[in-house]
């Protein structure tokens, strides 16, 4: 059914989400989700709003802290740590320490304002690796030059445009140079005209064999880039396989009835 | 029968460097009260926001208790209280300066804490998560992305603040501090010259808090380029 696994790194999954719950008072937005995740795989997760899609990349981050369930990259737990027979919660410093692994694009960029371009991307290697700073120019700018803004780099957020200020929000993650990349519906603040930069850039991540964990609503570009798509709904996943199949020809009912939706919008 | 000017030629020479001289101990108050708030404030107001409800409330007392008192009970309470409470120790190095900082900071710090807050929670909370999620922890996004840029915001509330202490420094006169009013007072009172005397005191006030208020616009003008 899926792909997970079969990448050029056999072995353990990257990501590994073992029966992830979430609630919010009485709402249970995560209902037991189960997801292995590849090293080098691109996954993308369509669903309707208020499917848990978003809720769950937040929680493979700890965003948001999961009511049950656990995660693993690379075999380590996240947000928690055995002792003994228990699971306890990380300290703060423990937890920025596991972040730094796992980069996380928002929806609506949430690039610092007071940097510049370069600031955004270097603020993190600075102070977090803490390298030194021209180190951390040299990587910052080739990051921007790879997504295409290398002339930007002195701009304010507030002189760039949507697209421009996702991108660098693309570079600011790349900069920390992460084992795994989350992204939160990264084009849907985008005006129209601007989403196919991001995109491209997206595309060209995978090309080079980032794993990729992607939210979005682009179904075409869902189809162009994963290795595999997961239809969520209500909590749970409802179908996941190869694109052609799952967007292609759905054996849910459910996962018809929202690309039928999708289409007719 | 009120000849101004005549009375300013004939008495400038005299009350001006007194006045004057009186002055620096405003500006050396009004100084050194305004740091200590910065301190309080922003301590306070990390408090305010803790994720411990007991600290987050004993924020909320200092801050509503003070709030609620004028500044005039403040600085009385400051400096008369604690040398009853501890007769035992040496008080002797806490004057009527001191006890003016120390009141006007105290009172101050409640102040802005509340203009920090505002300032930090005026951040979307977008900011927080992106700067976690680059791995910074919590501290760390407090340092480097929220109070960078909540210093921006609260930049001219805190400058209003400024002003206004530099003037709230006269109420000082009645714990006996010999500022500003205090010295015009003596002057106006022994020379029977209210009028010339408090008026100079109104004019140089002014060019004390006047630049101040300049000042507080230039910032307020340069930290917007570059946001």
Redesign the interface.
């Known amino acids: 059914m899926s792909k997970a696994g079969s990448g050029a790194a056999a072995g353990q999954p990257l990501l590994k989400i073992q029966d992830l719950h979430k609630r919010f008072g009485l709402l249970e937005v995560l209902q037991g989700v189960d997801l292995d995740v590849a090293r080098g795989e691109k996954v993308s997760i369509i669903g309707p709003s208020g499917s848990g899609k978003t809720t769950l990349l937040r929680c493979i981050?700890y965003?948001e802290k999961p009511s049950a369930g656990h995660i693993y990259i690379d075999g380590t737990l996240i947000g928690e740590k055995k002792v003994g027979d228990r699971y306890v919660h990380l300290t703060?410093?423990e937890l920025?320490?596991e972040?730094?692994e796992?980069?996380?694009v928002?929806q609506?960029f949430?690039?610092?304002?007071?940097l510049t371009a370069l600031g955004n991307v270097t603020?993190?290697p600075i102070?977090?690796?803490g390298l030194s700073r021209e180190v951390a120019e040299l990587r910052g700018r080739e990051m921007l030059q790879k997504v295409g803004l290398g002339h930007k780099a002195d701009e304010?957020p507030?002189r760039l445009s949507g697209g421009q200020q996702q991108r660098v929000?693309i570079a600011?993650?790349l900069a920390?140079q992460p084992k795994l990349m989350l992204f939160d519906e990264a084009t849907s603040a985008l005006d129209p005209e601007l989403i196919g930069e991001v995109l491209r850039v997206m595309r060209q991540l995978a090309d080079e064999g980032a794993t990729m964990v992607i939210v979005t609503h682009e179904i075409q570009f869902a189809g162009d880039v994963s290795d595999r798509v997961i239809f969520m709904d209500q909590g749970r996943i409802v179908e996941q396989g190869p694109p052609r199949d799952v967007l292609g020809r759905p054996s849910e009912a459910r996962t018809r009835e929202f690309l039928k939706h999708i289409q007719d919008r | 029968m009120l000849d101004l000017p005549e009375i300013y030629t004939e008495n400038i020479h005299r009350w001006l460097p007194e006045l004057l001289y009186y002055s620096l101990t405003t500006l050396k108050i009004a100084f050194f009260s305004f740091l200590l708030a910065v301190v309080f404030g922003v301590l306070i107001a990390l408090c305010r926001i803790s994720h411990k409800r007991v600290i987050r409330t004993l924020a909320v007392c200092s801050i509503e208790v003070a709030r609620g008192l004028p500044i005039v009970v403040v600085l009385y309470i400051v400096y008369f209280v604690p040398p009853q409470l501890f007769p035992g120790l040496d008080w002797s190095w806490f004057d009527d300066f001191t006890g003016a900082v120390l009141g006007l900071g105290i009172h101050g710090g409640a102040i802005l804490a509340e203009v920090f807050r505002s300032g930090i929670e005026a951040l979307h909370k977008g900011q927080r998560e992106a700067a976690l999620s680059l791995g910074m922890t919590p501290a760390k996004a407090m340092t480097h992305i929220i109070l960078p840029q909540a210093t921006r915001i609260v930049l001219p509330p805190v400058g209003n603040y400024a002003i206004g202490l530099l003037k709230d420094t006269s109420l000082c006169t009645l714990i006996g501090v010999n500022e500003i009013m205090n010295g015009a007072k003596s002057i106006a009172f022994s020379d029977y010259q209210p009028m010339a005397v408090f008026v100079l005191v109104a004019a140089i006030y002014f060019v004390m808090s006047y630049p101040l208020s300049l000042l507080v616009r230039a910032m307020e003008r340069r930290m917007r380029v570059a946001h």
């Open positions: 981050n965003l703060d410093r920025a320490r972040r730094q796992i980069g996380f928002f609506r949430n690039l610092f304002p007071h603020v993190a102070r977090v690796l304010y507030e929000a600011r993650v920390m």
